[in-house]
């Protein structure tokens, strides 16, 4: 998978519902990211605008407490079109 230089892949992150182990990786995993700092600025994005996994983990960091969090809609098309490099990166996280 190819992604946005610097990004985290977090596969499963964005489905629509998470049970409540999955929920709580995923808090663990904002937590590592940021270093425990709900501060930090959180982006995500998608493969393109059609896709809102994004949105849900978007929302989903929202509601855990993160107040500086974004969503990059256009996503890696996005990305793509505008002439920005992307990058060959495994998953960081699977919530699958």
Same mark, same amino acid.
């Given at each position: 998978?190819? #992604? +946005?230089?610097?990004? +985290?892949?977090?596969?499963?992150? #964005? !489905? #629509?519902?998470?049970?409540?182990?999955? *929920? @709580? !990786?995923?808090?663990?995993?904002?937590?590592?990211?940021?270093?425990?700092?709900?501060?930090? @600025?959180? =982006?995500?994005?998608?493969?393109?605008?059609?896709?809102?996994?994004?949105?849900?983990?978007?929302?989903?960091?929202? *509601? !855990?407490?993160?107040?500086? =969090?974004?969503?990059?809609?256009?996503? +890696? @098309?996005?990305?793509?079109?505008?002439?920005?490099?992307? +990058?060959?990166?495994? =998953?960081?996280?699977?919530?699958?």
């Amino acid at each position: 998978m190819e #992604g +946005i230089p610097s990004s +985290i892949w977090m596969k499963g992150g #964005g !489905l #629509g519902t998470l049970d409540e182990a999955k *929920q @709580a !990786l995923f808090a663990e995993a904002l937590t590592q990211l940021t270093g425990g700092n709900r501060d930090k @600025a959180l =982006v995500f994005y998608c493969l393109d605008a059609r896709c809102w996994l994004s949105y849900n983990s978007a929302t989903r960091a929202h *509601q !855990l407490g993160y107040p500086k =969090v974004y969503w990059y809609r256009g996503g +890696i @098309a996005s990305w793509w079109e505008a002439g920005l490099p992307l +990058i060959k990166h495994p =998953v960081a996280y699977d919530f699958l």
